[in-house]
């Protein structure tokens, strides 16, 4: 196995970001429809990020919309870079990518999704002073809602992981495919020191 160059590396984060982001605009729609079926004013989910950060109104939902996308875009970054390390993660087909950004998505949810709604966006929002009366209708009805909303999340980060995980295919085929495809014993052979 080569060692991949800073060059390759740079590529794959390139091709990562930029399915990263399409992955965040597909997750656009999803996030108005919730706030359109909760009543709530379109914006409302990037809203409580701004909120949590301790600022209102359109600058609350602005800076929520950039944190959504350069999250999505350094997810898909990290995938694609990921995809290089070891022959096994080779993402040789647009299959495999949605397979493993779908995994992706679910690793995501799990271990960065969970802990920063539960320990840090919620506290922050039921402390955040100064809200308007809109804005403290918004969190009412999130938090009343945040079951449905936990479970919505994690078919979302799925949704998410098989978006990025399609385009990154789509765009990385090529690239896996000049390199010849060696079975899971060669590769076992290759990672593991003779004993």
């Known amino acids: ?3 991949i160059s800073r060059r390759e590396m ?3 984060a390139k091709a990562g970001a930029v399915a990263g982001i399409a ?3 597909a997750l656009l729609a999803s996030f ?3 706030d359109s079926s909760l009543n709530l004013p379109t914006g409302s989910f990037y809203m409580m990020i701004g909120l949590a ?3 209102h ?5 602005l800076f929520g919309s950039v944190v959504h996308f350069v999250t999505a875009a350094t997810i898909g970054a990290v995938f694609c870079m990921c995809s290089a390390l070891h022959p096994a993660l080779y993402l040789r087909s ?3 990518g949605i397979f493993a950004g779908g995994v992706t998505g679910l690793e995501v949810y799990a271990i960065f999704f969970m802990p920063i709604t539960l320990y840090l966006m919620i506290p922050a929002l039921t402390s955040s002073p100064a809200m308007s009366g809109q804005e403290y209708l918004a969190v009412s009805v999130l938090k009343a809602h945040l079951g449905t909303i936990i479970w919505g999340a994690l078919v979302l980060h799925v949704l998410f992981g098989a978006v990025v995980g399609f385009f990154s295919g789509t765009i990385l ?3 896996y495919k000049k390199i010849p495809k060696k079975s899971l014993f060669e590769l076992e052979s290759e990672s593991m020191p003779a004993t």
């Open 57 to 61: 109104g359109i600058p609350a939902i």
């Open 173 to 175: 085929h090529d690239d």
């Open 1 to 3: 196995m080569m060692p």
């Open 23 to 25: 992955g965040g605009v």
């Open 53 to 55: 950060v301790g600022l």
């Open 94 to 96: 647009i299959w495999k």
């Open 32 to 34: 108005f429809g919730i």
């Open 10 to 12: 740079y590529g794959k």
